[in-house]
T-cell receptor
Framework: AQSVAQPEDQVNVAEGNPLTVKCTYS??????LFWYVQYPNRGLQFLLK??????LVKGSYGFEAEFNKSQTSFHLKKPSALVSDSALYFC??????????FGQGTELSVKP | DAGITQSPRHKVTETGTPVTLRCHQT?????MYWYRQDPGHGLRLIHY???????DKGEVSDGYSVSRSKTEDFLLTLESATSSQTSVYFC???????????????FGPGTRLTVL
């Protein structure tokens, strides 16, 4: 069965520093992987996805994610964090029938 | 973002009362989903629809029913609300794979439901 794990409930970063939000997955076959962001009192917004091809995927708001098949990871990264990046981040993997399996979420806090 | 709206955005109700949440999308997406979001659990799938009048259960479907009479509308009903159904409910939709083979889902703004 497909599953996703986000090992950190919270990540704290200083503004201007690089950030990483971790995600590992378990799937049979080739994975379709997604990152979503949720700002307070808002719905989830699509950030980026990995389907195939280049292991480094670029998405919205300067975020990127690195797919690593050997480590079954899909970590979200940004070279220089902004206070406005503070939000809840979800990793997800496509399951059968196009359903998504979500991780439990990681709260990112960027301090000035 | 896809044009997905949810109504109501907030609702407080009492245990035992029926509640219906509405999701409306203007993207002509074939697939629609209802999730609930609870702390420590991420998003969990309640029910989904793969076409008009075609629905199926998700991970946490007990106590919930759905209906889809039109492409654009997907209703979630709590027949007799319980306190354990206090949650934030999100609707999502995605296009048919012939249109978007990545299966990307787009989300509505959510409905905060409190059952007293």
């Amino acid at each position: 069965a497909q599953s996703v794990a986000q090992p950190e409930d919270q990540v704290n970063v200083a503004e201007g520093n690089p950030l990483t939000v971790k995600c590992t997955y378990s799937v049979s076959g080739n994975p379709y992987l997604f990152w979503y962001v949720q700002y307070p009192n808002r719905g989830l917004q699509f950030l980026l996805k990995y389907i195939t091809g280049d292991n480094l995927v670029k998405g919205s708001y300067g975020f990127e994610a690195e797919f690593n098949k050997s480590q079954t990871s899909f970590h979200l990264k940004k070279p220089s964090a902004l206070v406005s990046d503070s939000a809840l981040y979800f990793c997800a993997v496509r399951a059968e029938g196009g359903k998504l399996i979500f991780g439990q979420g990681t709260e990112l806090s960027v301090k000035p | 973002d896809a044009g997905i709206t949810q109504s109501p955005r907030h609702k407080v109700t009492e245990t035992g009362t029926p509640v219906t949440l509405r999701c409306h999308q203007t993207e002509n997406h074939r697939y629609m989903y209802w999730y609930r979001q609870d702390p420590g659990h991420g998003l969990r799938l309640i029910h989904y629809s793969y076409g008009v009048k075609d629905t199926d259960k998700g991970e946490v479907s007990d106590g919930y029913s759905v209906s889809r009479s039109k492409t654009e509308d997907f209703l979630l009903t709590l027949e007799s609300a319980t306190s354990s159904q206090t949650s934030v409910y999100f609707c999502a939709s995605r296009a048919d794979r012939l249109v978007d083979d990545t299966d990307t889902q787009y989300f509505g703004p959510g409905t905060r439901l409190t059952v007293l």
